[in-house]
């Protein structure tokens, strides 16, 4: 298979928080994190400069935006997850200890301190509420201490334990709380609601959905992301914006597996499936895929108050694979600029001014006597073929549109021809037409090839991309298409 442009740097810099990274493309979303072999999962912090993640050999610390790591804490053990507080206190649930339980661990910068734990059995869920109580969810149900985690009690007892378990926690501004369970194919249990600050819980639906995941916007609408454990089940996006008296299907293609929302309400979503990773900026109705970048697609995502994204590898309780991260902030302005090649072939719009991750919608409009021919990035290399384009913002500069001069095409349906084979590699055949030249135009207009009385045009000497066909026959009778080269 023939090599499109090659970027010859094994690394990069990224100047927007010094991230240096795996090399990628410079168009792509994420970015490869170098994690020298462990297994990164459910990364926090304030900002990409500091950033703690959870692993099968303990606690990793990168404070140089993801570049380097050191172990902080728990060296060969287990971590089931980390949480970051708002008032930036950080926990850590460890692998079991016996009795079969697992110990809670708060950071206070030098040493992890373990709270009281005789009541956890692997827990999943944790959250520091806004008046400091804090809650934890495993299989056996809800535990809340408000001394700190010096004692426990009982919330709110599963009565399916062993085969629910509470998977996530969401506070309101005005203290109600919300916490999720997957069910399994005998148990429904869905989503609970406390307001009372815990003293007692209530069901309030999706107790025919599997695996929520939680995520709370700005707003404070609550989102929430399911699978289906059965195929009966509904899967796809929900969101209450009535403290989950109702909810409603947002989009329904989807596994979800996890769930994010950034400050400017886009939200984001990991397939279950390992299918990709979406985007949607009209709350969760339209989805896109932003996996570009990645060789293996993830399953989970995390996003930083500063809008870094990073996502991981997981299946339920199963961490594996790499780690990656957004090559700049979703909240990172570019300026785009898009215009036409030559200025006289067609006019070009979309530019503007974007956020990272955003879709400029491009359109090319060819004057007479010329033919678009396809988009290119400032790096010279083909994005697409289409007149009318939805390209993914990941930096600043220049796009092209780019058109090629042809001469009045006289149209005939006596005179229709194709082109095989195509896609093509070696050999391009015409039929139906007795050329007496044809041209190879590239993407950017240039002509590559000239051939004259045959109806063979060997392509084995040009790169992958888009072409533009130019056939003229004995008549002086013009007709044009389009190959491409892979």
């Known amino acids: 298979m023939k090599a499109t442009k090659l970027y010859t740097l094994l690394v990069l810099l990224l100047m927007a928080g010094g991230v240096k990274m795996i090399a990628q493309s410079a168009d792509d979303f994420w970015i490869e994190v170098n994690t020298n072999g462990e297994w990164f999962h459910h990364p926090v912090g304030r900002s990409i400069d500091t950033v703690y993640a959870a692993s099968m050999h303990g606690v990793y610390r990168s404070t140089d935006s993801c570049h380097t790591w050191q172990c902080v804490g728990f060296e060969n053990q287990s971590v089931y997850f980390l949480y970051l507080s708002e008032d930036h206190e950080l926990y850590a649930s460890v692998a079991p200890i016996p009795p079969s339980t697992s110990p809670l661990y708060k950071w206070d910068g030098n040493t992890w301190n373990m709270l009281h734990h005789s009541t956890f059995s692997a827990p999943w869920a944790f959250i520091k509420a806004s008046d400091g109580t804090l809650y934890v969810g495993d299989n056996r149900g809800i535990r809340i201490s408000v001394d700190g985690g010096d004692t426990w009690w009982t919330s709110w007892d599963n009565p399916h334990e062993g085969v629910t378990v509470v998977n996530g926690f969401v506070e309101l501004d005005d203290g109600t709380l919300f916490a999720c369970l997957t069910n399994s194919s005998d148990y429904h249990i869905g989503v609970i609601r406390s307001i009372d600050h815990g003293l007692s819980w209530e069901p309030v639906g999706l107790d025919e959905n599997y695996l929520i995941s939680f995520a709370k916007s700005p707003g404070g609408t609550i989102y929430a992301g399911c699978d289906g454990y059965n195929n009966d089940e509904d899967v796809g996006v929900f969101r209450t914006e009535d403290n989950g008296e109702t909810w409603e299907m947002l989009n329904g293609d989807f596994r979800v597996n996890s769930i994010v929302i950034d400050d400017n309400d886009n939200v984001y979503i990991a397939h279950i499936d390992f299918q990709g990773l979406y985007r949607s900026n009209d709350g969760g109705y339209n989805f896109e895929n932003i996996s570009s970048g990645m060789d293996y697609i993830q399953t989970g ?62 359109t090319a409009t060819a004057n007479e006597n010329y033919q678009f021919v396809g988009w290119t990035n400032q790096d010279g290399d083909t994005i697409s073929t289409d007149p009318e384009y939805a390209h993914m913002v990941a930096r600043g500069g220049q796009i092209t549109a780019h058109f090629v001069s042809i001469e009045a095409v006289e ?14 590699s070696h050999t391009v055949y015409i039929d139906c037409i007795e050329p007496a030249e044809v041209q190879v135009y590239n993407a950017l207009g240039q002509l590559v090839k000239t051939v004259r009385g045959t109806n063979e045009i060997d392509v084995a000497d040009l790169v992958e991309g888009v072409y533009l066909v130019r056939i003229m026959d004995a008549e002086g009778k013009v007709y044009t298409n389009k190959i491409t080269i892979r």
């Open 411 to 424: 149209e005939t349906e006596n005179k229709a021809f194709t082109l095989w084979h195509n896609p093509a």
């Open 301 to 362: 995502l995390s996003i930083l108050p500063d809008g870094y994204m990073l996502s991981y590898e997981y299946n339920g309780s199963i961490f594996f694979g790499k780690m990656f991260v957004s090559r700049e902030s979703v909240y990172t302005p570019f300026e785009l600029d898009v215009v036409a090649e030559p200025s006289d072939g067609g006019m070009a719009n979309g530019s503007g001014t974007y956020l990272f991750g955003e879709r400029a919608h491009l």
